[in-house]
């Protein structure tokens, strides 16, 4: 990897190293949608599609942030543009905004230009836009944000930082929709350093209060699920995909890459089983007129 180019989170260097191993690769194993976060299961259908169960999320985040009909929706961390062209194409918003690190990414987004979605490989530190918007959905980024060995208060400064942004961006009472996956019942030494250092370099999830603390007096929580369930099923269905197709996914990159992600799969739906990691998604509505301490 070369130079790191975030001060506190993961650098484009670290997200690409885990994104970039290869869109073919991907969509093998993620499904149409493309979509590489925490689907949102029918917990009385044990036979829905994956594909199904990543527009109920989809849908579910458009719909917290009060996106549909709107002018300018601001994605943040979009991946290959899974909430991006269903926001144009069929939620009638008129502009999408995505940002993301990954050159690949925004390379498979621009294979299929749509006048009404414009994806930036950009961090939110540096996203400076002309105009406000109406709305803003993150899914699956937030993970990113901050680096394995920050303490509590240097990550709490980080997610301020980040949720003053998103205040500044937002027109009065606007809504994000979070969407992050988070510390459950575990302690940073619970986690294998294999995730640490093989699957996502630099990066450390955060803790529901550090969440909190970052949005105090900024965004008021509306809604907060904790759907930890829902991802250990996403990461079974990914992994059978992923056995499915083995035979072509190790021509794509290679018996040891993919051993690797089997084993991350399966380590990750653990996780989520026994309540060591949590997945919120959170609804939250901007405070306009913040108090100052
Ligand atoms: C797990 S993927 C989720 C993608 C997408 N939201 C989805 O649900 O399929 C994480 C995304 O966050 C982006 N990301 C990570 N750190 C970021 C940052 N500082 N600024 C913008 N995007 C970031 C990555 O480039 C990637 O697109």
Known sequence: MKNNDQEYGASADAIEFHYGTGNEYFATWLGKSMAYSCALWDENDPDQSLDDAQFAKIRHHIEQSRAPGQSRVLDIGCGWGTVLLPLVKQFDVKNAVGLTLSESQANWINEHPDPRVEARVES???????????????????????????SADEKIAIYREFFSRCHGWLGSRGYLSLQTVAYGNSLTEDFDTFIAKEIFPETDTPKLFEIAAGCERLFEPIVIYNHRDDYRRTLRAWYSNLKANRARCVELEGEEEVARFEQYLRLMAYMFEVGGLDLYRLTLRKIDNPKQP
């Open 124 to 150: 939110w530190k540096d996203h400076d836009p002309t105009a406000q918007y109406d709305s803003i959905i993150s899914i699956g980024a937030f993970e990113h944000f901050a680096k394995l060995g920050l």
